[in-house]
């Protein structure tokens, strides 16, 4: 059974910084890419980073020089570090993952605000 379990989620000032993690259970955890997503109150979900099994990155634009994901495959661990954080940042983050028939898997997903 496919598990992702975030955490790390907050109440933070505008130039702040919070580390997010995603911890996985139930897949072959080194062998995929990851992801992480965003949903902020009235909008779609959007992508904001994936790393792919090899370590490459992609991020969107908005959080481009500002974020950085990571992962850890002896802890089955992805990580989301986020630095100079904005109001606009403010979102439930959730954990992604693709199987390789193409399903969705999500986290529960972790609130972060930022606000002064």
């Known amino acids: 059974q496919v598990q992702l379990v975030e955490s790390g989620g907050g109440l933070v000032q505008p130039g702040g910084s919070l580390r997010l993690s995603c911890a996985a259970s139930?897949?072959?955890?080194?062998?995929?890419?990851m992801g992480w997503y965003r949903q902020a109150p009235g909008k779609q979900r959007e992508l904001v980073a994936t790393?792919?099994?090899?370590?490459?990155?992609n991020y969107a634009d908005s959080v481009k020089g500002r974020f950085t994901i990571s992962r850890n495959n002896a802890k089955n661990t992805v990580y989301l570090q986020m630095n100079s954080l904005k109001p606009e940042d403010t979102a439930v983050y959730y954990c992604?993952?693709?199987?390789?028939?193409?399903?969705?898997?999500w986290g529960q997903g972790t609130q972060v605000t930022v606000s002064s």
């Open positions: 992604n993952w693709k199987s390789p028939v193409g399903s969705d898997y």
């Open positions: 139930g897949i072959l955890f080194s062998y995929y890419a």
């Open positions: 790393i792919t099994s090899g370590g490459s990155t």
